[in-house]
């Protein structure tokens, strides 16, 4: 199975910024396809962006479009999700993974939790 670690998540208050990091140590994460989800409680797993190999597109849900982007650093096998104006209803664990489908997805890691929080 395909192990992914997500890191970055933490309190921040409304209006704030949080940079999450995904990474791999066994693999090279720009050969696949990586998506970014989060779950809140009591909600499904929601899909919010999602990069293709060799970032040939990339795709955004509504309820990120504009506020989120999810970039590369190959240098550091790592993929981020940069988190710009976020509201209380962003609050959620965040995780990666090597699909764009939630449904698709076989092994989810542990997640990194964000809250956005006065």
């Known amino acids: 199975q395909v192990q992914l670690v997500e890191s970055g998540g933490g309190l921040v208050q409304p209006g704030g910024s949080l940079r999450l990091s995904c990474t791999a140590s066994t693999f090279t994460l720009d050969y696949y396809v990586i998506g970014w989800f989060r779950q809140a409680p009591g909600k499904a797993r929601e899909g919010l962006s999602c990069?293709?190999?060799?970032?040939?597109?990339?795709y955004y849900a509504d309820s990120v479009k504009g506020r989120f982007t999810i970039f590369r650093d190959n240098g550091k096998n790592t993929v981020y999700l940069q988190m710009n104006s976020l509201k209380p209803d962003d609050t959620a664990v965040y995780y990666c993974?090597?699909?764009?489908?939630?449904?698709?997805?076989?092994?989810w890691g542990q997640g990194t939790q964000v809250t956005v929080s006065s």
């Open positions: 990069v293709s190999r060799r970032n040939r597109s990339f």
């Open positions: 993974a090597t699909e764009c489908a939630a449904s698709a997805v076989d092994y």
